[in-house]
């Protein structure tokens, strides 16, 4: 009897990649059905009548498992599912759920100090602020790998693909646009926290890129130590003259024990003797 089945596609997909899918689909069809909900889950800003000062903290992280239509959910998901379980296979799944939650929250918390500088009281709701931080952690840990945008069949490769689209978030941003809805600043909050957390761990790890760029440009700043000429004993010798003359007495030594070993102590000069006796009392 073949006890191996195959997994099948759920299974396929790493736990906390599979677990967010899951979570947002299981919201988007309680919202779909009960639409009023969206409005508990919502991140208000702080000018907002809606805005509620306990739910603050419970509003950061629902709000990021909330999307509107199928078309926010559809992209997002995807985004997770095609990046997010290749992070979480190379992390593990404690320090990717710890990294998205940072992103998301973090997004959240530059929506809301954005909207408390321009005055808006839209709510905030979606993923993609997440997503977003995923984008930016595989195009640092896969910067050569060529991606293809839909509709457009040009290889691209990822560290310029994250580049590229966090520079048309931020002039998005700015240009504040009639009638567009879209957290831009989320998105870019997102980014941030990814790579503040990202260089964080990375600090301390010696193969990490960031950490021997960081000591790399560290040592731009750091003057040239100077070199300390050491004497010994009345003669001033450089290093490597007493280098060389302590290796020449170590030779000398073993070749005196090797002639003691084989023909015994007797058979040495009164020379010998006394190498190796003042040898001892060093």
Not at 55 to 71: A, E, H, I, K
Not at 163 to 181: K, P, Q
């Amino acid at each position: 009897m073949n006890l191996y089945q195959k997994p099948g596609f759920l299974n396929s997909i790493p736990p906390v990649t599979r677990n967010i899918l899951i979570i947002n689909v299981l919201v988007w069809l309680a919202c779909s059905v009960f639409e009023p909900l969206w409005f508990y889950l919502a991140l208000f800003p702080v000018d907002s009548i809606y805005f509620i000062p306990y739910q603050l903290p419970y509003r950061l992280v629902t709000f990021m498992f909330t999307q509107v239509g199928f078309s926010h959910l559809f992209f997002n998901m995807f985004a997770v599912y095609m990046f997010g379980r290749v992070i979480e296979s190379h992390w593990g799944a404690k320090r990717f759920l710890t990294y998205y939650m940072v992103c998301g929250i973090g997004s959240g918390l530059i929506q809301l100090l954005v909207c408390y500088l321009t005055g808006s009281v839209s709510p905030t709701i979606g993923a993609s602020g997440a997503v977003f931080g995923i984008l930016l952690a595989f195009g640092m840990m896969f910067p050569n790998v060529s991606l293809y945008l839909m509709f457009i069949p040009i290889p691209i490769k990822a560290k310029y693909f994250v580049v590229g689209y966090g520079l048309i978030e931020l002039y998005m941003g700015f240009a504040n646009r009639v009638g567009d809805n879209v957290a831009h600043f989320a998105h870019l909050g997102g980014m941030l926290f990814g790579i503040i957390l990202i260089l964080y761990w990375g600090r301390n790890h010696y193969n990490s890129p960031l950490y021997k760029l960081k000591n790399k440009i560290s040592g731009l700043f750091k003057k040239p130590e100077k070199k300390m000429k050491v004497t010994y004993g009345g003669n001033r010798k450089s290093d490597y003259e007493y280098n060389v003359g302590k290796n020449q007495g170590n030779t000398e030594i073993d070749r005196i024990l090797d002639k003691i070993k084989k023909s015994g102590y007797n058979c040495l000069s009164e020379e010998e003797k006394k190498k190796l006796f003042d040898a001892s009392n060093k």
